[in-house]
């Protein structure tokens, strides 16, 4: 099996996924970092994506009562 070429990876992801671009102030991104290893996610997009999974859980909690 062959390696598979840029392209061929970004047309995949263009279609498979949504891109939402953060911007932080300088050193913000590396506290990130080393706060997605201390949580054990596996990357600082993965930690993103939970946080804001269970930003909205506690959100629609909230509403609920």
Known sequence: MGKKSTATKNAWNAKNYDQVRLV???????????????????????????????????DNEKKQT
């Not at 990130?32 to 994506?49: C, P, Q, R, T, Y």
């Open 24 to 58: 932080v102030p300088k050193g913000k991104k590396e506290e990130l970092k080393i706060h997605a290893e201390n949580m054990g996610d596996k990357s600082l997009n993965a930690f993103v994506n939970r946080a804001i999974d269970e930003t909205i859980e506690r």
